[in-house]
């Protein structure tokens, strides 16, 4: 793999993963094939950049926003679903960061049927239970289309989609989280951007780490005792 194209991964046809993917590549190949082409013309415009350019900033997704912008809404949402089948239970085995970033900057004309299908795919077992936990590797990119899904909604219709969001939070800050398997880039992935738009979506006035701090034994307990309930109505009264 590494000698066609120095890279820890391969493949000509979307979505490419590090591994073997979960399924079959998005048809017709003629558009996965161009996905790919894609996203790897941003992959060597970035890598043409100055390392302090590199550095200081995340890498623009010029090719692949162009590429989705001329597909019909439909046709987004279907990349979109396939995508997410690689990013499931808060992990994500895909390569794919520049057509996310695209799928998610591009209105795809959710409905709110498809947006439980996203956070489903994305949570998997993990958000079942009053007290979620399990592995973060990469759980703010398998978040990023149900987020970019939901936000499309008007805030009228989001109130049955809290759920899943108060469910990613008590994985993330919970007192069992498991954050990020090693040896995997994680810049890209924005994580204090993913919290922060988390938090947003539930109004809430309190940044938990700020108020149960981490190495605290009763910060602690109260994380573990309270689960998902740490970010409803009676304990923000609390």
């Known amino acids: 793999m590494w000698s066609r194209g120095g890279r820890p991964y391969s493949g000509r046809h979307f979505p490419r993963s590090?591994?073997?993917?979960?399924?079959?590549?998005?048809?017709?190949?003629?558009?996965?094939?161009?996905?790919?082409?894609a996203s790897r013309k941003d992959e060597r415009a970035w890598q043409r950049q100055p390392l302090k350019v590199r550095g200081d900033s995340l890498p623009p997704f010029d090719h692949c926003a162009a590429?989705?912008?001329?597909?019909?809404?439909?046709?987004?949402?279907?990349?979109?679903?396939r995508l997410q089948q690689e990013r499931a239970g808060l992990e994500a085995d895909d390569v794919e960061w520049y057509v996310g970033r695209a799928?998610?900057?591009?209105?795809?004309?959710?409905?709110?049927?498809?947006?439980h299908e996203l956070f489903a795919?994305?949570?998997g077992n993990v958000g079942n239970g009053p007290r979620p936990y399990g592995p973060w590797?990469?759980?703010?990119?398998?978040?990023?289309?149900p987020l970019?899904?939901?936000?499309?909604?008007?805030?009228?219709?989001?109130?049955?989609?809290?759920?899943?969001?108060?469910?990613?939070?008590a994985v993330r800050?919970?007192?069992r989280s498991m954050v990020r398997a090693p040896g995997r880039p994680s810049r890209l992935d924005e994580p204090e951007a993913c919290l922060s738009r988390l938090r947003a979506l539930l109004d809430l006035p309190y940044d938990v780490d700020d108020v149960l701090v981490r190495d605290d034994p009763f910060a602690?307990?109260?994380?573990?005792?309270?689960g998902t309930g740490l970010y409803e109505p009676p304990a923000r009264r609390f």
Not at 160 to 169: G, H, N, S
């Open 220 to 226: 602690t307990a109260a994380r573990c005792a309270l």
């Open 67 to 81: 590429l989705v912008a001329g597909l019909a809404e439909d046709e987004r949402r279907r990349i979109a679903l």
């Open 18 to 37: 590090w591994n073997r993917g979960s399924g079959e590549p998005l048809r017709p190949r003629s558009l996965s094939r161009a996905l790919v082409r």
């Open 173 to 175: 800050t919970g007192c």
């Open 137 to 145: 590797a990469h759980g703010e990119r398998a978040l990023q289309l």
């Open 148 to 169: 970019a899904a939901l936000e499309e909604l008007p805030e009228s219709e989001r109130g049955p989609f809290l759920r899943y969001v108060r469910a990613a939070l």
């Open 121 to 123: 795919l994305a949570l």
């Open 103 to 115: 799928l998610a900057a591009t209105r795809c004309g959710w409905s709110p049927g498809q947006v």
